[in-house]
């Protein structure tokens, strides 16, 4: 059986001779290790042709390599305020973020960040019984033979419920902590067609004359990515990022008039420079959820 983190392995930057110059977050993958990371095979049989980005959580290639992202996001190192009582508090690397601690957020919405935390915890005990299984069976389970965990059924069952609740957790945060910091914003219609989420923002609010974008990130959840229109990856946070989801919102809406609105108010907003793109991210370790949410700004 394969082991190591099922974190994603995308495309770093190009022409860099040392990882500390790769990013800022930058980790070789021996310090990693050392700090008890465990890459999947691939990364650990070509070691020095990745590094470990710390803040994106993904084990990157150092050379680039085919599908490179080349403009990654990054969260403002700026202070910043939603509400008049909010303030933001500089963390490590210098981001700045808001935390909004569960206790100050209504007791229905608590109930609900529990209830969730509580099928998290399930669904991860699942995951591992059968990781657990299959390790004492010697790679078998009921007389069958796997070379990868992620060939079994129900393992590949059960991490695709873990995902699906932890990004309902992270929905659930962002939105409470977003009616709890601005309790007069509207939240917009902003999904496009389709059961998926890919190619709209998790949520959009309007305030007054100010409209924000919010990624919600829960439990482990990474930033995704887009191919624009010359078919590169272009990361979630970053402008390119967002007017390529914007420009898809509006190619979406020829029959949604609400959805259409939404562009309008997305497209004047940015032209005003009177719109906030927002990263809000439920965080977790083993079993338990940490029990605040941080808000971040992307630059």
Wanted: charged fraction near 35%; hydrophobic fraction near 25%.
């Amino acid at each position: 059986m394969m082991g190591g983190d099922e974190r994603g392995i995308v495309g770093g930057q190009e022409e860099i001779g040392e990882v500390a110059a790769v990013c800022q977050y930058g980790q070789t993958i021996a310090q990693r290790r050392k700090e008890g990371g465990n890459p999947i095979q691939s990364v650990l049989d070509h070691s020095d042709q990745y590094y470990y980005n710390t803040e994106t959580h993904t084990y990157n290639l150092i050379d680039g390599g085919k599908g490179a992202i080349k403009n990654r996001a990054k969260l403002s190192r700026e202070e910043f305020a939603l509400k008049d009582t909010s303030n933001t508090n500089a963390r490590r690397h210098g981001v700045h973020e808001i935390k909004v601690r569960h206790d100050t957020l209504p007791e229905k919405q608590q109930r609900k960040l529990k209830k969730l935390e509580e099928e998290r915890r399930r669904a991860r005990k699942q995951k591992k019984a059968i990781e657990d299984t299959l390790k004492k069976g010697g790679d078998t389970i009921d007389g069958q033979s796997y070379n990868r965990i992620k060939d079994v059924k129900a393992w590949k069952e059960a991490d695709h419920d873990l995902k699906k609740i932890s990004e309902k957790l992270g929905e659930h945060a962002a939105n409470a902590a977003i009616n709890q910091q601005l309790p007069n914003a509207k939240k917009l219609h902003s999904d496009t067609p389709g059961d998926g989420k890919q190619g709209q923002f998790d949520s959009v609010y309007q305030d007054g004359d100010k409209i924000y974008i919010i990624e919600a990130k829960g439990a482990g959840g990474r930033r995704t990515t887009r191919n624009n229109s010359k078919g590169d990856p272009v990361e979630q946070g970053t402008e390119e990022y967002r007017d390529e989801i914007i420009e898809n919102m509006e190619k979406e809406a020829k029959k949604d008039p609400e959805l259409r609105k939404t562009v309008r108010a997305l497209k004047k907003a940015v032209k005003q420079g009177k719109l906030e793109y927002l990263e809000i991210v439920q965080k977790a370790n083993d079993d338990d959820v940490i029990p605040h949410v941080q808000i971040s700004k992307y630059e």
